[in-house]
Nanobody, 128 residues
Framework: QLQVVESGGGLVEAGGSLSLSCGTSASASGFPLNAYTIGWFRQAPGKEREGVASISTDEDKTNYAASVKGRFTITRDRARNTVHLQMDNLKPEDTGVYYC?????????????????WGQGTQFTVAS
């Protein structure tokens, strides 16, 4: 069974940068994330989960939430079967638990219900 694992959370100051990674668990290490659309979502305390960025199987087309466009970059590392989320110029409102999720098909929607496999999430905090 596919399990995805996020890594890279922590504490960073406002204006700083951080990179998150999404990969498969050891038991699913051969699962080809490259064949799936991958999304990053976040959830702040007391708020609903929201889409942040996604990368499609269709020529790696990307989609970003308006709040992060120009600051976040999602990429695939095909050799390592991972997806990265580079986050620059971080703001306190970026704080939250970040989740990696997997969906079939090429559409790069940022709608949580479209994704059927989720990681446990990784927390990071942007200090003002």
């Amino acid at each position: 069974q596919l399990q995805v694992v996020e890594s890279g959370g922590g504490l960073v100051e406002a204006g700083g940068s951080l990179s998150l990674s999404c990969g498969t668990s050891a038991s699913a290490s051969g699962f080809p994330l490259n064949a799936y659309t991958i999304g990053w979502f976040r959830q702040a305390p007391g708020k609903e989960r929201e889409g942040v960025a996604s990368i499609s199987t269709d020529e790696d087309k990307t989609n970003y939430a308006a709040s992060v466009k120009g600051r976040f970059t999602i990429t695939r590392d095909r050799a390592r079967n991972t997806v990265h989320l580079q986050m620059d110029n971080l703001k306190p409102e970026d704080t939250g638990v970040y989740y990696c999720a997997v969906k079939s098909g090429p559409t790069e929607y940022l709608i949580p219900s479209c994704y059927n496999t989720w990681g446990q999430g990784t927390q990071f905090t942007v200090a003002s």
